[in-house]
């Protein structure tokens, strides 16, 4: 156990549906990421947040939304999705965040698959 | 432009074994390095770091070797067991303070 949880674990949704990941992290962290990994890619860093704020998004398609109401929960929203947005999307968070190094504590991921 | 690569995308080692995974960079302003563990339904786990003013650094069965010279990256494991079967991916810290990953290596375990 990392002290970083994600639900759901798993996700089946068609391209007009709507649903929502869920991350919590119970380290007391001020910082929480979103990560998209694709078989045979590398992570590809999607959202930041830091003390609530996002600090970064790295050109991701408006279809996805994050949404973080506290340090310690963040949420990826999500609607009108494509087939080619299957991945694991996994969730971290760190001490800090944006600036300089900081170990960054991985969820389980949840598996989206998109019919 | 930046990239973190790793030289193998499969390797098998036999068990006891020692296994050392490769990685390159190519931002010689990246200053911090991070070796993650990723088994099969879960995510990247921290093993090791390191910081560009270090060559070396141990950790329990693991060493991480840091080549600034030729920007190569390197992570060791002594006596490989079937529990370090996993994909193993290294992470640098650019000079923008973005973190890249590499592509991942996998590590498999023979009896």
């Known amino acids: 156990e990392t002290g970083v949880t994600q639900t759901p674990r798993h996700l089946v949704m068609g391209m007009t549906n709507k649903k929502s990941l869920k991350c919590e992290q119970h380290?007391?962290?001020?910082?929480m990421y979103w990560y998209k990994q694709s078989a045979k890619k590398p992570l590809e860093l999607m959202f930041v947040?830091?003390?609530?704020?996002?600090?970064e998004n790295n050109s991701v398609p408006s279809r996805f939304s994050p949404e973080c109401p506290n340090s310690s929960h963040l949420f990826l929203h999500l609607h009108t999705l494509q087939p080619e947005d299957s991945a694991l999307y996994l969730c971290?968070?760190?001490?800090?965040?944006?600036?300089?190094?900081?170990?960054?504590?991985f969820g389980p991921g949840t598996r989206l698959t998109v019919l | 432009g930046e990239s973190v690569g790793l030289h193998l995308p499969t390797l098998s080692v036999q068990e006891g074994d020692n296994s050392i995974i490769n990685c390159a960079y190519s931002?010689?302003?990246?200053?911090?390095f991070i070796w993650y563990k990723q088994e099969s339904g879960k995510g990247p786990q921290f093993i090791i770091d390191?910081?560009?003013?270090?060559d070396k650094r141990q950790g329990q069965r693991v060493t991480v070797l840091l080549n600034k010279t030729v920007k190569h990256l390197s992570l060791q494991i002594a006596a490989t067991q079937p529990g370090d079967s996993a994909v193993y991916f290294c992470a640098e810290w650019g000079g923008d303070d973005k973190i890249i990953f590499g592509k991942g290596t996998r590590l498999h375990i023979l009896p």
């Open positions: 971290a968070s760190s001490q800090d965040g944006g600036t300089g190094s900081n170990e960054q504590f």
């Open positions: 390191i910081r560009s003013n270090m």
């Open positions: 931002n010689s302003a990246s200053d911090y």
């Open positions: 947040y830091s003390l609530e704020e996002r600090v």
């Open positions: 380290l007391g962290h001020n910082a």
